[in-house]
């Protein structure tokens, strides 16, 4: 049973949106956080954006002003909105989530910003 169930990626232009959605399952007690890192080839993993069940939010500086993390407690779900991409932001976007239990991290979606 996958722990962490992500949508929503796809190919876009520059310039272009897309809203990732990631649903934790109901066995998940508890979160603390939610949130979203990013892997492009050929480099590490980063912190994208991260939502506390209290509502505060952390972005990177890449992504400020484009992207909005927001989440909806009641479904256990988190969501990304991604506005004015561009090429850089290309990459497979994870799913993560904290919770008493430890760090849960989603299969991954392919995000590509391409003309």
């Known amino acids: 049973q996958e722990q962490l169930v992500e949508s929503g990626g796809g190919l876009v232009q520059p310039g272009g949106s897309l809203r990732l959605s990631c649903a934790a399952s109901?066995?998940?007690?508890?979160?603390?956080?939610m949130g979203w890192y990013r892997q492009a080839p050929g480099k590490q993993r980063e912190l994208v954006a991260t939502?506390?069940?209290?509502?505060?939010?952390k972005y990177a500086d890449s992504v400020k002003g484009r992207f909005t993390i927001s989440a909806d407690n009641a479904k256990n779900t988190v969501y990304l909105q991604m506005n004015s991409l561009k090429s850089e932001d290309t990459a497979v976007y994870y799913c993560?989530?904290?919770?008493?239990?430890?760090?849960?991290w989603g299969q991954g979606t392919q995000v590509t910003v391409s003309s």
């Open positions: 109901t066995a998940i007690f508890r979160i603390y956080a």
């Open positions: 993560n989530c904290n919770a008493p239990g430890g760090d849960y």
């Open positions: 939502i506390t069940r209290g509502g505060n939010t």
